[in-house]
């Protein structure tokens, strides 16, 4: 801490548990905290409100209980066009992005902090679960105490930059005792129930928002036999692996092997063990090292969705800047294009790209 005065930091309050607490854990160190709502999205759907107002709402209401200065960055035109543009353009390319990891990158930790910066902060701090190493040369991103709520796989492109300058107060917390840390000091958020949404549109579900922007075109759904078994009202609504909302009637359940954009078909099987749902091949693009790349025999694994198994990685070709592929020691289901893939060396996220 500084002899002249405490540190600032600003924290971004989304109107829920993690963030509130996180807020009153960096007081009670010390430190001369300020609440941020960073307004993202504020488009009301047909039938479907956005909650933001009430998310703004329950931020300033903490931000007057812990006594904290707050404020709002409108970071909507920004959002749009870096996070939202993105993600429709990968949907209609029959790609599956993962929205969260691209507004952590581009306006959490980039925006956000530049802003926050600006603004007079000495660091920003989010309620992610996740931790930071120091180093004198470095910054490493570490998992989380609680491995169920580990966010790591989200934050695989913060740059060296945001984690000198990025504190995380709930990485050695589990969620329960959050819960009690928030009840026990009668924070308003305390009994919140977690937004499981679409990152921008609250409980609105995926298919429900791109149908705002992508007009239904109906098309077959072939199974593994060839056969026209139904039809379906976009290639773009569904993903590899995908078993709910295809409305196939009866018999086993089906499961979304690939689709053709060009000819608008999905393609299914009844079959779990079907080679097509099945990978122990990974080629990633577009990859993000938040130090340096891996190094060859380090016994490194790999995610491919939040909270998945972490699978050994058998071998490892680092291809060109950009450009990785390896194989692994055991097959990986519904290997999804557009979705991260995260690699980590024991609990150290290294980083990792976009799956082709």
């Known amino acids: ?57 329950d931020a300033k209401r903490i931000a007057v209980q812990l006594g904290i200065d707050f404020k709002m960055y409108d ?31 581009e306006v959490k930790f980039k925006l956000f902090l530049e802003t926050a910066l600006d603004d007079g902060a000495d660091f920003i701090a989010s309620g992610h679960y996740a931790r930071i190493k120091h180093f004198k040369d470095q910054n490493q991103l570490m998992m989380a105490r609680d491995a ?5 796989y ?20 589990t969620k329960p005792r959050v819960r009690q840390l928030a ?12 937004s499981m949404g679409i990152c921008f549109v609250g409980k609105v579900g995926i298919k429900d928002f791109l149908m705002q922007f992508v007009k239904p075109k109906a098309g077959a759904i ?16 569904y993903t590899i692996g995908q078993r709910h909302g295809l409305d196939v009637g009866g018999g086993l359940p089906y499961y979304v092997t690939e689709k053709n954009m060009t000819k608008n078909e999905v393609y299914v099987t009844t079959e779990l063990d079907d080679e097509k749902l099945w990978s122990k091949e990974i080629k990633l693009t577009d990859t993000h090292w938040i ?25 490892l070709n680092v291809l060109s800047n950009e450009t990785v592929s390896m194989e692994l020691e055991e097959e990986v289901r519904a290997l999804t294009p557009g979705q991260s893939a995260v690699i980590y060396y024991g609990h150290e996220c290294l980083g990792g790209g976009i799956v082709v």
């Open 1 to 57: 801490m500084s002899a002249t005065r405490p540190l600032k930091v600003y924290v971004g309050l989304s109107g829920g548990v993690d963030s509130s607490v996180s807020a009153m854990l960096l007081k009670e160190q010390g430190y001369h905290v300020a609440g941020v709502y960073m307004k993202n999205w504020s488009q009301d759907l047909p039938g479907m409100p956005c909650p933001w107002m009430d998310d703004y709402q």
């Open 75 to 105: 970071f909507e035109k920004d959002y749009r066009q870096k996070v939202v543009d993105y993600m429709i353009s990968e949907f209609k390319a029959g790609r599956t992005p993962n929205p969260d990891v691209i507004c952590n990158q």
């Open 148 to 152: 169920n709520k580990d966010q790591t």
């Open 154 to 173: 989200f934050l695989y492109r913060i740059t060296q930059k945001a984690l000198a300058k990025t504190l995380f107060p709930l990485g050695d917390l």
């Open 183 to 194: 009840a026990k000091n009668g924070l308003v958020t305390a009994e919140k129930k977690e």
């Open 222 to 237: 072939i199974d593994q036999n060839k056969k026209i078994i139904g039809e379906h009202d976009g290639a773009i609504f």
């Open 291 to 315: 130090n340096e790349k891996p190094k060859v025999g380090q016994k490194l694994t790999v995610r491919t969705r939040h909270r998945a198994s972490l699978i050994p990685i058998k071998k």
